[in-house]
């Protein structure tokens, strides 16, 4: 089993930066890819950006240029730096890891609430 916790959301001002952390703990491994999704009002759940094997990077195309994610393995904790913010990224943020065996494990969520 795999537990996530992610930190880091808040209420900010448009044109700021933040960073979301997810603290990961319990059996990690078979992991093939880790990233994190957000689900605005009203919307669906969305890929924002993830790591897969190897280490390579997607994102979304609203966020390239602005959000980078990545991860510190000696701390099992995943990272979103997120820039330049704008309201449309105003969302609740849930960090996600996905096995070998096609198993999504997910955070609880953050609220990231961006003002105009």
């Known amino acids: 089993q795999v537990q996530l916790v992610e930190s880091g959301g808040g209420l900010v001002q448009a044109g700021v930066s933040l960073r979301l952390s997810c603290a990961a703990s319990?059996?990690?491994?078979?992991?093939?890819?880790m990233g994190w999704y957000r689900q605005a009002p009203g919307k669906q759940r969305e890929l924002v950006a993830h790591?897969?094997?190897?280490?390579?990077?997607n994102y979304a195309d609203s966020v390239k240029g602005r959000l980078t994610v990545s991860r510190d393995n000696a701390k099992n904790t995943l990272y979103l730096q997120m820039n330049s913010m704008k309201p449309e990224d105003t969302a609740v943020y849930y960090c996600?890891?996905?096995?070998?065996?096609?198993?999504?494990?997910w955070g609880q969520g953050t609220q990231v609430t961006v003002s105009s």
């Open positions: 996600n890891f996905l096995t070998v065996y096609n198993f999504n494990f």
């Open positions: 319990g059996i990690i491994s078979s992991i093939n890819a």
């Open positions: 790591i897969i094997s190897g280490g390579r990077t």
